[in-house]
Each structure stands twice: as structure tokens, then as C-alpha cells.
């Protein structure tokens, strides 16, 4: 089962293995994208990335060439998600995922515990490149709101 649905004008994130890897392990938890799209999320940029609605809650996952790369944005992203005005459609909580930043939206239990299982996951593998990092909290202890 082909789990990252090809976009035209991203077709090489469809084969990418670190987005397969997390996309299989949300697949496994009974999370399965209704759409996808490019996904636009500025705080996620440069990269390229794909965004998917859930049953409850969006998702936006940016592919990093690079573990170290991600790693080097995410403190960047998370100041600017704490410095944003911006009307969110569900509360913003970000994931550093290996080469992967992944964005959820929403507030629905079993899906940020399916994110947060789905990174851990896709990390089983580590790829060379990448820092030691330690595993994401649980969903009870990630934080309700973006601090601001």
C-alpha cells in the first residue's frame, strides 16, 4: 500500500522513505488522510511539504534534506508559532520528526497521541545524519495552547 499520494508539482515526496515511514506508522494507528495538498504553512518552509485533513484535525508534514536541517528550523518555527497573530483553524503543536517537521491542528486526543506515535515511529530507523534527540512527550504532557 502506497501510503503518500503523489502531487504533480511534488512528486518526489511520494518516495520519500523518512515520509513513508511516518505515514505508514499514522496508517497503523487508524489515521488516514481524507485530502491532501501542497501544503502552504510558512512556518514550515523552506522545505517542501504535503498537508492532509484528518477526521478532526489537519496536518502538515515538511521533508527537511537533512535531519540536521529540520533540527536547525525547529526552534525557529516554534518562536514564530509563539509570535503569531494568526487565526489557526485548531491549535498548532509541532513535531521534529528526523528530516521531518510535522504540524498538527486540532485538539483531538487520539490523533495528536497518533502524531506523536507516528514520530517516534518513523525514528526507529535513524538516518546518518542525524542529532541524538530525545523522543517526544507524551500527549498528556504536550502543552493545550502555543505558549504566547
Known amino acids: 500500500m502506497h501510503v503518500v499520494p503523489a502531487l504533480a508539482d511534488n512528486p518526489e515526496l511520494a518516495n520519500d522513505p523518512e515520509l513513508i515511514l511516518f505515514m505508514t506508522a499514522l496508517a497503523e494507528r487508524g489515521l488516514m488522510p481524507h485530502s491532501v495538498d501542497t501544503s502552504q504553512n510558512a512556518v514550515l518552509r523552506p522545505a517542501p511539504g504535503l498537508g492532509y485533513r484528518l477526521n478532526r484535525g489537519h496536518l502538515?508534514?515538511?521533508?527537511?534534506?537533512?535531519?540536521?536541517?529540520?533540527?536547525?528550523?525547529?526552534?525557529?518555527?516554534?518562536?514564530?508559532?509563539a509570535q503569531s497573530i494568526a487565526d489557526w483553524i485548531g491549535t498548532p503543536h509541532l513535531f521534529e520528526c528526523g528530516r521531518l517537521l510535522a504540524m498538527y491542528f486540532g485538539d483531538d486526543h487520539a490523533e495528536l497521541t497518533a502524531v506523536v506515535e507516528a514520530c517516534a515511529a518513523s525514528q526507529q530507523t535513524p538516518t546518518p545524519d542525524a542529532p541524538s534527540t530525545t523522543p517526544s512527550p507524551p500527549a498528556s504532557q504536550l502543552p493545550s495552547r502555543v505558549p504566547t
Open 60 to 81: 502538515h508534514v515538511h521533508v527537511y534534506p537533512t535531519a540536521a536541517d529540520a533540527h536547525q528550523r525547529a526552534p525557529q518555527a516554534r518562536t514564530e508559532l
